[in-house]
T-cell receptor, first 113, second 112 residues
Framework: AQTVTQSQPEMSVQEAETVTLSCTYDTSENNYYLFWYKQPPSRQMILVIRQEAYKQQNATENRFSVNFQKAAKSFSLKISDSQLGDTAMYFCAFMPGAQKLVFGQGTRLTINP | KAGVTQTPRYLIKTRGQQVTLSCSPISGHRSVSWYQQTPGQGLQFLFEYFSETQRNKGNFPGRFSGRQFSNSRSEMNVSTLELGDSALYLC???????????FGPGTRLTVL
């Protein structure tokens, strides 16, 4: 079975700090996609960043970057210069060949002023 | 471009009733996926439709069904509602050839 594990249920940092959210996954597939989604209190799921497994280069989107370790099946998200608007639930998600997302349980991130 | 829209946003039903939720994808997107989000089980995949055909299905009982119309709009139906069906139901659309799913605001279903 394909599973995604986020080991940090909650995290809290001060504004402007850097924070790293952890994610590991389990799969026997070689080609797949990984995503980080953000769900603020409004409950709207927002795509933060994506990574194709066949790409060795880590994805970056402005203040958001990932550390993708394929052999270790690890996909962590780093948020630099954190802002109050980054407060949200963050979900790591895995997509195998099919158009179907498998989500982790989420990390509740709070950015304090 | 308008985002994914879902109607209704909130719904209250009683046990045993049935419910239909609607999802309109982003214009040009032909794949629509549905997810159930609950505090206990988290986010779980229900099914995915593409060109009016169910292409993928999650592990939900047959009470959960869906369909897609020629304009790519999708509906999901839950029959014989149970208390445990109370959840946020999210739909997401994807452009052909892409893997990025864009989510709607969800429908909050409460079963009493």
């Amino acid at each position: 079975a394909q599973t995604v594990t986020q080991s940090q249920p909650e995290m809290s940092v001060q504004e402007a700090e850097t924070v790293t959210l952890s994610c590991t996954y389990d799969t026997s597939e070689n080609n797949y996609y990984l995503f980080w989604y953000k769900q603020p209190p409004s409950r709207q799921m927002i795509l933060v960043i994506r990574q194709e497994a066949y790409k060795q280069q880590n994805a970056t989107e402005n203040r958001f970057s990932v550390n993708f370790q394929k052999a270790a099946k690890s996909f962590s998200l780093k948020i630099s210069d954190s802002q109050l608007g980054d407060t949200a639930m963050y979900f790591c998600a895995f997509m195998p060949g099919a158009q179907k997302l498998v989500f982790g349980q989420g990390t509740r991130l709070t950015i304090n002023p | 471009k308008a985002g994914v829209t879902q109607t209704p946003r909130y719904l209250i039903k009683t046990r045993g009733q049935q419910v239909t939720l609607s999802c309109s994808p982003i214009s040009g997107h032909r794949s629509v996926s549905w997810y159930q989000q609950t505090p206990g089980q988290g986010l779980q995949f229900l099914f995915e439709y593409f060109s009016e055909t169910q292409r993928n299905k999650g592990n939900f009982p047959g009470r959960f069904s869906g369909r897609q119309f020629s304009n790519s709009r999708s509906e999901m139906n839950v029959s014989t509602l149970e208390l445990g069906d109370s959840a946020l139901y999210l739909c997401a659309s994807t452009r052909t050839g892409s893997r990025e799913q864009f989510f709607g605001p969800g429908t909050r279903l409460t079963v009493l």
